[in-house]
């Protein structure tokens, strides 16, 4: 028996990596010069202009935001889930989601949230359990128009 936490872990770290994909510059070998670094500006007037540097840590940061909002949309689905709670899951989540997810009632049993990555075109958020499979909630939207839970997926032990 305790060989399947070990087991486990390995799974949980597959499956999120399986469902995830890249989305930053992070590990590309990109940098950006801090001010003052080599890089010049011309006075205004002497025929060019000053471009901005493009920045890797902006599109970082930008997905850092998107997955924190995503894990506040799962984990509040989550919550609705362990109370029986369908009027606050509808708030953060889709029909299908709550169908998926409260089709089989909460055993008193947490599980651990384990983190959300960029899949395809939703962000994935991951849950696992004791003895339990992995519940994957993916989660859909943008800053403008808030992140909902589309869909769940529960992947069996």
Known sequence: MRLRRPAALFAAALLLASACGSTDNEGSGSTTKPA????????AGSGST???ARSSTTAAA???KAADAAEVAASA???AWKTD??????????KAAIDVLFAEAYSGTDQKFYGC????????????????????????GSA???YRVATVEIVPE
Request: charged share 25%; proline share 4%; glycine share 12%.
């Open 36 to 43: 003052g670094s080599g890089s010049t500006t011309k006075p």
């Open 50 to 52: 000053t471009k901005p």
């Open 62 to 64: 930008a997905a850092r």
């Open 77 to 79: 689905l989550y919550a």
């Open 85 to 94: 709670d369908t009027e606050a899951a509808a708030k953060v989540a889709d």
């Open 117 to 140: 990555g960029q899949a395809k075109a939703a962000i994935a958020c991951v849950y696992f359990g004791k003895g339990k499979s992995a519940t994957k909630y993916l989660v859909k």
């Open 144 to 146: 403008e128009t808030g």
